[in-house]
């Protein structure tokens, strides 16, 4: 009985080692559906972490992303990382993410992000950040960001002039 035992929970954990990535997470708020909601491991001491994810407007009507809340980070912010004459220059949206109907918008690395601002506790592969989003019209929305290897590719861009 001990050897199946064993062997059972040796075949478990094989088996946890190759597994892909789990389902994709999908979240249904109105006519709002966010998938793949996730984050990049934060190096040691680091107190900025990013959050990515998916948002499909499926409406008529036009929603916007007005504000992020978690307890893991003092702040969460959403921004906007572009180009600028060849320079990569972020800034916070104030008015929040519009959300067209029938678009599709992607926080993604490079582009728009949430931004986890003085984080408690630094952000490790396999984590489960949970994180509550404020749609203008869908309303608050909980789910959680997967968080990534650290190798997962990152927001590179300088915040440092960034403190209010
Ligand atoms: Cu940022």
Not at 18 to 42: N, Y
Not at 57 to 66: C, E, M, S, T, Y
Not at 98 to 115: Q, S
Request: charged share 20%.
């Amino acid at each position: 009985m001990k050897n199946i035992f064993r062997t059972f929970a040796c075949a478990s954990a094989l088996l946890a080692l190759l597994a892909a990535p789990a389902p994709a997470q999908e979240v249904k708020a109105g006519d709002l559906v966010i998938t793949q909601p996730w984050s990049r491991a934060t190096p040691g001491g680091a107190k900025i972490g990013g959050g990515f994810l998916t948002i499909e407007n499926k409406g008529a009507a036009p929603d916007r992303l007005v504000s992020v809340a978690g307890d893991i980070a003092g702040r969460i912010e959403i921004h906007e990382m572009a180009m600028n004459n060849g320079v990569m220059t972020m800034r916070p949206l104030d008015k929040g993410l519009a959300i067209e109907p029938g678009k599709t918008v992607k926080l993604a690395p490079g582009g728009y992000h949430l931004m986890l601002m003085d984080l408690k506790n630094p952000l490790k592969q396999g984590d489960k950040v949970p994180l509550t989003l404020e749609f203008e019209k869908a309303g608050k929305v909980a789910l959680s960001l997967d968080v990534q290897g650290v190798g997962a590719p990152a927001p590179a861009h300088d915040h440092s002039g960034m403190k209010k």
